[in-house]
């Protein structure tokens, strides 16, 4: 099970932050006319707030902080995902009543790399073979 919730040694500086920005993906943009993640981000921006003073202040992870303003869900466990929520939208002072509903009750399931699937059907056919 993938925590959450922030280490305390952990350190992320703005320079780590905008680097490693590519390793969770935001999904394709959606219909409505400001998506929730991207009002989180403007607001902790607005407020000259850093990832890592999110992370710290709300002890999440600030690679879930950055899934939850990229909206992309299923980067955080599904378990996890409304407490995130819950947790950083009061953070930010926004009302979490106005943003849960948005939120997908189980994230889209994030696809099979295309080797993990070759390899998986490789073994099938192994077991498979060993049992005729």
Known sequence: STAV???P???VTPLAEERLSAAVQAPAASQQPQRVGQRMRETRQR???TLYQAERACRIRWE???AIEQENWSYLPPHQLRPALMAYTSFLGIDPND?????P???APTPLPLATAVVV????I???LTLL
Request: proline letters at 7%.
């Open 64 to 66: 879930f902080l950055q």
């Open 105 to 107: 009750s189980r994230p």
């Open 126 to 128: 192994v077991v498979g």
């Open 47 to 49: 407020r000259g707030i």
């Open 99 to 103: 943003v849960l509903p948005r939120i």
């Open 9 to 11: 040694a952990e350190a």
């Open 121 to 124: 059907v490789m073994v099938l």
């Open 5 to 7: 919730y922030a280490r």
